[in-house]
T-cell receptor
């Protein structure tokens, strides 16, 4: 089974802190994604990457950056955490192809106080 | 811009009932559609993926259909059980890319409660 592992299940940070969310997948997938999920707003794409060192902005990239130095790892960085970044963060991966499924991690519930 | 809508937002049914969840999308030029399940506070699990050339996909008590021309998909759950209680989301890729996979556009989901 494909495994997508997010480093923390719950995280509490203070406003202004730099926050790192880590995601690792073990199936050699080319594509990796970061979403955030908020009640009433659904899933919104922050950033994605289709290859090592490649990244593209999603719908809501402001206040975030990403790093993909190795194929299996995709990190989301909150440069200066703010309260409106309190959310559930979901990482996902998929192999390249028209008909391949998307696999999600268990999520990180981030609270910024 | 592709938009995905799921109605109703919430559904409650008694155990044993057959039920249908609906998904509609605005741009019919899709090449696949996925249905996901999400338990409270957890990540999403892919249930079924239908290719644009297919009309149906089945997995156990789940059957998903796709009608591209009308911009609709349905997820049929037979003989529902309390363990089926979860949020069900559908998602489509908005366009075809020359490299890598296209990030999916998600509906907001239907929250299903199956009452014992």
């Amino acid at each position: 089974d494909v495994k997508v592992t997010q480093s923390s299940r719950y995280l509490v940070k203070r406003t202004g802190e730099k926050v790192f969310l880590e995601c690792v997948q073990d199936m050699d997938h080319e594509n990796m994604f970061w979403y955030r999920q908020d009640p009433g707003l659904g899933l919104r794409l922050i950033y994605f990457s289709y290859d090592v060192k490649m990244k593209e902005k999603g719908d809501i990239p402001e206040g975030y950056s990403v790093s993909r130095e190795k194929k299996e790892r995709f990190s989301l960085i909150l440069e200066s955490a703010s309260t409106n970044q309190t959310s559930m963060y979901l990482c996902a991966s998929s192999p390249t192809g028209d008909d391949e499924k998307l696999f999600f991690g268990s999520g990180t519930q981030l609270s910024v106080l | 811009k592709q938009e995905v809508t799921q109605i109703p937002a919430a559904l409650s049914v008694p155990e044993g009932e057959n039920l249908v969840l609906n998904c509609s999308f605005t741009d019919s030029a899709i090449y696949n559609l996925q249905w996901f399940r999400q338990d409270p506070g957890k990540g999403l699990t892919s249930l079924l993926l239908i290719q644009s050339s297919q009309r149906e996909q089945t997995s156990g008590r789940l059957n998903a259909s796709l009608d591209k021309s009308s911009g609709r998909s349905t997820l049929y759950i037979a003989a529902s059980q309390p363990g089926d209680s979860a949020t069900y989301l559908c998602a489509v890729p908005p366009f075809r890319r020359h490299s890598g996979n296209t990030p999916l556009v998600f509906g907001k989901g239907t929250r299903l409660s199956v009452i014992a």
